[in-house]
């Protein structure tokens, strides 16, 4: 027997199988994914690869006296089934990298995890006293007392971790009230369940009519062996969840198990708390929080079957299962499902080829799918249920759109319109809560000359400093900071300004207004710690803040029922990205937060401030109209040849010499479009090469293509062509990646 191995080298020119020869007392213990441990190379020296074939003949046609021997499998290695194998070849054809790299995407990567010990806080005391002590902390306004004894009710043991990092309750909170009692701290050697639940099951909520065709359709596909590819298209707070967590269900039930992507910004306290109590142990989560070694042990529990659900971000999507049943993707639209390092695949896509190759169903979710998504639905491609109701509680909320040009007019000169601020007046009044999004970071934007229009920029990186409190400019990419310039570089005037429109310039705005309002502000400056983001969550769903201001972050999927008012201020900034998606990220993010407001008893209303009132992507999102908005993008798109109607690949160069850089880009163009057929066979467009949009990050220069085609292929044989040719000329520094229908401009 011999085996095809890839060497354990990210390196172009072994990017290819090396042909060994398999020791017959290995055989039956080394199979396709197996990690092993080979001779390279002409001193023979030690090296890992992974097996990728067998077979029973050379494959290389070498001579059999050249051929060297497996020498064993790695210790402590990982086997790696086949669906991974063809996943990653997958991978590396279509996105361009290594096939190593693309390996070492979908293999879980062995790392040592050293048993730490969890502290467990464990309630002491019946319900009934329990209750009186929730009692007498509201008396006393012990608001972090209360949430900690409120969940003491339905869970009996919570994750300290959880405690003091989620639930935002200090140690000496946790200390008082277990010295009055109500509780102990436990040390487990183990890692046990992050909560301890008092009634394991969830109470199932009952499936309205919409959501059990959509069960019932599914389950009776598979049923017939029809494993295919589904769309869940519904209004915020429609319950898509539940069906989620019903087809989970169902699968286990087959013996089958079950992955569940969810943007991470979603991994909160409240999604983790239902989930558990449905699945208990059945359930693992995935997250960037978890060292190497604890994501290694979860991959690990799922191959051996411990957990038959995985949660978590792209990365999720590469758990060892092994019998895949189902995959899902909630809001898919979501940008952050497609990597932006090399292979830089969409995990939209590699979930469907998974999905192919392991017979398993693939079911994607959003309030606004992406126009790949929906394209697809509309080329009968993708089945696609349709949930109308809002089930969360409450109705779309009324939504007012306001002409911030005519505020001005009128003499208002503040950043609240005056139909925005009457409505904050009445909201404070009658003690409701409200959020105000802004897609916007830092205390102000760009500096500016205003005499000659010269921006100041960040010497390492070709984007603009921005301003941030105590006079402080600093650079959002490479993280340069300085002192605010007193004059001109260009001109020497001294007329330098910032437009202030950050979150922080907001802050101050609403303090003066609206002194008696408690602000939790949320944005990039104050979620840098890991457990920052949920804490301000937690203190705004217990009622301890009328105000939420914040970032893109604030409007992800968070369900609070005391919002009765969105305030969106800049609603028209992302339109002005120079990026074919800006319209499509416009409607989506105004969609997605006007559906924040109103999803308890009281109704809701949302008021969006624009200079451009009249614009397609705005007045379809105060509609909440997608199918309106998607008939006028895709003539848009399809009149460009943009993604979906077409394809895209964008080809980036770096390298720290601008000369050198430039004569490879323009070098390697040239000769894709007279040596490649299929250039000019298939009528491939090229944009470049240029500058990229950032033309230079942290001292390295940056150069861009672009080719389009209405097929993929061309593009792909462009790829291959570019990955030979750069292991066959000979380069100093210079580098380049490729990025298939990019979710980004470069």
Not at 646 to 663: A, E, I, K, N
Request: proline share 4%; hydrophobic share 35%.
């Amino acid at each position: 027997m011999y085996a095809d191995v890839i060497v354990d080298i990210s390196h172009k020119n072994i990017d290819r199988p090396f042909c060994y020869r398999l020791p017959s007392e290995f055989e039956g213990s080394i199979g396709i994914g197996t990690k092993v441990r080979i001779p390279f190379g002409k001193g023979n020296n030690e090296r890992c690869g992974y097996v990728v074939a067998l077979c029973d003949v050379p494959s290389d046609g070498i001579g059999e006296d050249r051929i060297k021997d497996i020498l064993g499998t790695a210790e402590k290695s990982v086997t790696a089934d086949e669906n991974l194998i063809e996943l990653a070849a997958f991978i590396r054809n279509r996105y361009g990298s290594t096939m190593i790299t693309a390996l070492k995407t979908v293999l879980p990567v062995k790392k040592e995890i050293r048993k730490r010990e969890e502290k467990m806080i464990v309630a002491k005391v019946p319900l009934l006293t329990l209750e009186q002590g929730i009692t007498e902390a509201e008396k006393k306004k012990q608001r972090a007392k209360v949430r900690l004894l409120r969940e003491l009710l339905s869970h009996d043991k919570i994750s300290y971790t959880l405690v003091t990092g989620k639930l935002n309750v200090s140690s000496p909170t946790v200390k008082s009230l277990e010295k009055d009692g109500f509780l102990t701290v436990e040390v487990n050697k183990e890692p046990v369940l992050p909560f301890g639940f008092r009634n394991m099951q969830d109470e199932k909520l009952k499936l309205s009519e919409e959501q059990r065709d959509i069960v019932e359709t599914i389950g009776k596909d598979r049923a017939q062996g029809i494993y295919g590819q589904y769309y869940i298209h519904g209004i915020t707070g429609s319950g898509k969840t539940e069906v989620y967590m019903q087809l989970i269900e169902d699968c286990l039930k087959e013996g089958k198990q079950a992955i569940l992507l969810i943007p991470e910004i979603s991994l909160t306290y409240q999604n983790l708390n239902r989930f558990y109590k449905r699945f208990g142990e059945k359930a693992a989560v995935m997250h960037s929080k978890l060292t190497d070694g604890e994501k290694y042990e979860q991959f690990m529990k799922a191959r051996s079957g411990e957990v038959s659900i995985m949660i978590g971000p792209r990365s999720a999507l590469f758990t060892p299962f092994m019998n895949l049943g189902m995959i899902i993707i909630d809001e898919e639209h979501e940008s952050s499902y497609k990597s932006e390092t090399t292979p830089k695949y969409h995990a939209r896509e590699v979930a469907c080829k998974l999905g192919e190759i392991a017979h398993a169903t693939v079911v994607m979710g959003s309030a606004t799918p992406s126009l790949e998504s929906y394209y697809r639905i509309r080329n009968g491609e993708l089945k696609v249920f349709k949930l109308t109701k809002r089930l969360t509680g409450g109705s779309l909320p009324d939504v007012h759109i306001v002409d911030m040009k005519e505020e001005l007019a009128a003499g208002n000169k503040s950043v609240f319109s005056r139909k925005l601020k009457n409505l904050m007046e009445d909201r404070l009044e009658k003690g409701e809560q409200m959020m105000l999004f802004l897609n916007r970071r830092g205390y102000s934007g760009s500096i500016l000359c205003r005499e000659c229009g010269e921006i100041i920029k960040c010497p390492h990186c070709d984007i603009s400093l921005s301003e941030h409190r105590g006079g402080i400019l600093m650079c959002h990419y490479c993280g340069y900071t300085t002192e605010m310039v007193k004059k001109c570089p260009k001109c020497g005037s001294a007329k330098i300004a910032g437009f202030r429109a950050g979150t922080e310039q907001i802050e101050e705005s609403i303090h003066k207004i609206f002194p008696q309002a408690v602000v939790l502000r949320m944005d990039a400056d104050t979620t840098k710690k890991s457990e920052d983001y949920e804490n301000i969550l937690s203190k705004f769903a217990a009622g301890e803040a009328d105000i939420l201001l914040g970032t893109q972050m604030i409007v992800k999927g968070h369900d609070f029922k005391g919002v009765t008012l969105m305030g969106i201020l800049l609603a028209d900034m992302s339109l002005g990205n120079n990026d074919y998606r800006a319209a499509e990220r416009t409607f989506q993010l105004l969609t997605q937060a006007a559906g924040r407001a109103g999803r308890g008893d009281t109704p809701g209303e949302t008021v969006i401030q624009t200079y451009q009132p009249e614009h397609y992507a705005i007045t379809y999102a105060a509609a909440q109209d997608y199918e309106g908005f998607y008939e006028e993008e895709i003539a848009y798109r399809e009149f460009m040849d943009y993604p979906p109607a077409g394809h895209m690949l964008c080809v980036q160069f770096y390298g720290p010499d601008w000369t050198r850089l430039s004569r490879l880009s323009i070098g390697m163009t040239k000769e894709v479009k007279e040596k490649l057929p299929a250039f000019a066979e298939k009528n491939v467009k090229q944009i470049g090469p240029g500058k990229a949009a950032i033309g230079k990050k942290q001292d390295i220069y940056r150069q861009v293509v672009y080719y389009k085609n209405a097929s993929v292929e061309p593009l792909i044989a462009i790829k291959d062509y570019m990955e030979k040719r750069m292991t066959e000329i000979s380069v100093m520094k210079e580098q380049i990646q490729f990025d298939l229908d990019p979710v980004n401009t470069f």
